[in-house]
Structures are given as structure tokens and as C-alpha cells.
Nanobody
Framework: QVQLVESGGGLVQAGGSLRLSCAAS????????MGWFRQAPGKEREFVAA????????????????YYADSVKGRFTISRDNAKNTVYLQMNSLKPEETAVYYC??????????????????WGQGTQVTVSS
């Protein structure tokens, strides 16, 4: 059973930054795509970013290709450290409308298969991000 534990959420002013972390259990972390989603009150859970497995080399520390929702491109950066079984989400220039619970998820494969919740089979419990205006 895979467990994902997010951390790093909190309260930040508009324009500020936060770095979320997601620690995963298990010995095959590097073989899977990892993603971040968010869910605001009363809204559907939406895709934020994903990073595929290391391109051609699962022992690579830093991971493969990255993918972003249009709304966060240029402001958010997803990364992974396979040696630490951890994926990160650096969020800059945060906006009040990005207040949400942010979830980490493990993809069902090592490849990016689109921004769909159904492409992910394990989820963390979420961490609250609140952006004040």
C-alpha cells in the first residue's frame, strides 16, 4: 500500500510563495508519474501539475518531463527527488483564488496520461493553502 503525506501548506499573502512537499512510501517511487491537484470549496478537484518518471533512467534523481495547468504556468514548479521519495510544488505569485486543499497523487503509470483524476491511483490527505488578499 502506498502512502502519500503532504506538508508545507499554510497562510500566505497574495503574491507570496509556498513550497509543498509530498513524501511517498514504497520502493518504486521513481517509476511513477506524480501529480498535484487542488480543490477549492464548492469546486471540483482540478489538475495543477505533474512530473513523469525519469526519462529512460529510473535511478535519475530529478525526474522526467513536467506538465502544468495553464493557470499556473510560469509561477509553479513541480520537481521530485527520487532518493528521498518526495515530490515538491513550488508556488510563487499566489493569488487569493488559489486558496484550496492541495493533494498529491501517484500516477497509475510512469508516463503522463493527461490531467485526469482517473490517471492517478493513490492520493494524499491534502494540505490547506490559504492566500489572503
Amino acid at each position: 500500500q502506498v502512502q502519500l503525506v503532504e506538508s508545507g501548506g499554510g497562510l500566505v499573502q497574495a503574491g507570496g510563495s509556498l513550497r509543498l512537499s509530498c513524501a511517498a512510501s514504497g520502493r518504486t517511487f521513481s517509476s511513477y508519474t506524480m501529480g498535484w491537484f487542488r480543490q477549492a470549496p464548492g469546486k471540483e478537484r482540478e489538475f495543477v501539475a505533474a512530473i513523469s518518471r525519469s526519462g529512460g533512467n529510473t535511478e535519475s534523481r530529478s525526474g522526467g518531463n513536467t506538465y502544468y495547468a495553464d493557470s499556473v504556468k510560469g509561477r509553479f514548479t513541480i520537481s521530485r527527488d527520487n532518493a528521498k521519495n518526495t515530490v515538491y510544488l513550488q508556488m510563487n505569485s499566489l493569488k487569493p483564488e488559489e486558496t484550496a486543499v492541495y493533494y498529491c497523487a501517484r500516477g497509475a503509470t510512469g508516463w503522463y496520461e493527461g490531467p485526469h483524476r482517473s490517471s492517478y491511483d493513490y492520493w494524499g490527505q491534502g494540505t490547506q493553502v490559504t492566500v489572503s488578499s
